[in-house]
């Protein structure tokens, strides 16, 4: 049987990150890609040009149609831009209740530019962390999911991790943005914390590497 995914995301003209990156991701994997658009981004790898949100009911009718037509097996879901786009994912996953969904809470890109609104941090706390099976945030979206200051080393985030498996069953901090020869990321599934480690590899090219990681955590892709 063909396993089936949907990614909820932006698009990157560049192919890098967003939605284009996870249709590369979940083909290399192996599995059937399929995409809803959340937001239309001209961007590259230097930065954001401009961004032209997807109102809220249309993102609706494409989820509703490709749930009509098609089962969906694992969700990973992206940018979502707006407080009403956030909403209105969250209502759908309640709705068709897929097995699994991952969740990039993608606030800032790379380069610094702001992909989330203001308004809608206090929905994705609220309506979506709740049905999510797993949330991959950086040190500074974990810290902004928790209210809280940036971690600045292992204890600290260790201690942002337990915080936040309160909001999700599972959770997965990358530390890329700690200092060190390793970058350390901390997994926090069913009570176990695992520490993922690997050599720091010294590259400005880090553009898409979150959009990239978290379609991995989905379990049998």
């Given at each position: 049987m063909?396993?089936?995914?949907?990614s909820?995301?932006?698009?990157?003209?560049?192919?890098?990150?967003?939605s284009q990156?996870?249709?590369?991701?979940?083909?290399?994997?192996?599995?059937?890609?399929?995409?809803?658009?959340?937001?239309l981004?001209?961007?590259?790898?230097?930065?954001?040009?401009?961004?032209?949100?997807?109102?809220?009911?249309?993102?609706?009718?494409?989820?509703d149609?490709?749930?009509?037509?098609?089962?969906?097996d694992?969700?990973?879901?992206?940018?979502?831009?707006?407080?009403?786009?956030?909403?209105?994912?969250?209502?759908?996953?309640?709705?068709?209740?897929?097995?699994?969904?991952?969740?990039d809470?993608?606030?800032?890109?790379?380069?610094?530019?702001?992909?989330?609104?203001?308004?809608?941090?206090a929905?994705?706390?609220?309506?979506?962390?709740?049905?999510?099976?797993?949330?991959?945030?950086?040190?500074?979206?974990?810290?902004?999911l928790?209210?809280?200051?940036?971690?600045?080393n292992?204890?600290?985030?260790?201690?942002?991790?337990e915080?936040?498996?309160?909001?999700?069953?599972?959770?997965?901090?990358?530390?890329g943005?700690?200092?060190?020869?390793?970058?350390?990321d901390?997994?926090?599934?069913?009570?176990?914390?695992?520490?993922?480690?690997?050599?720091?590899?010294?590259?400005?090219n880090?553009h898409?590497?979150g959009?990239?990681?978290?379609?991995l955590?989905?379990p049998?892709?």
């Amino acid at each position: 049987m063909i396993f089936n995914v949907l990614s909820i995301a932006g698009t990157d003209p560049n192919g890098g990150a967003g939605s284009q990156a996870d249709l590369k991701t979940f083909s290399a994997l192996g599995v059937y890609g399929t995409s809803v658009i959340s937001a239309l981004v001209a961007q590259n790898t230097r930065g954001v040009a401009a961004i032209r949100h997807v109102p809220p009911p249309f993102v609706i009718a494409q989820l509703d149609t490709l749930f009509d037509d098609v089962r969906i097996d694992a969700v990973k879901i992206g940018m979502l831009g707006t407080a009403g786009v956030v909403e209105a994912v969250a209502a759908a996953m309640r709705r068709h209740r897929p097995a699994f969904i991952v969740l990039d809470p993608v606030m800032v890109a790379t380069s610094g530019d702001q992909l989330l609104a203001g308004d809608a941090l206090a929905a994705l706390r609220e309506e979506l962390l709740p049905v999510v099976d797993l949330v991959t945030p950086n040190l500074a979206e974990a810290a902004a999911l928790l209210g809280e200051h940036e971690a600045a080393n292992e204890e600290e985030a260790l201690g942002q991790l337990e915080r936040l498996r309160r909001l999700c069953p599972g959770v997965l901090i990358t530390g890329g943005h700690l200092g060190g020869a390793e970058s350390v990321d901390l997994l926090l599934v069913d009570g176990t914390i695992t520490r993922l480690r690997a050599p720091r590899v010294p590259t400005r090219n880090t553009h898409g590497t979150g959009c990239t990681l978290s379609p991995l955590m989905i379990p049998n892709s």
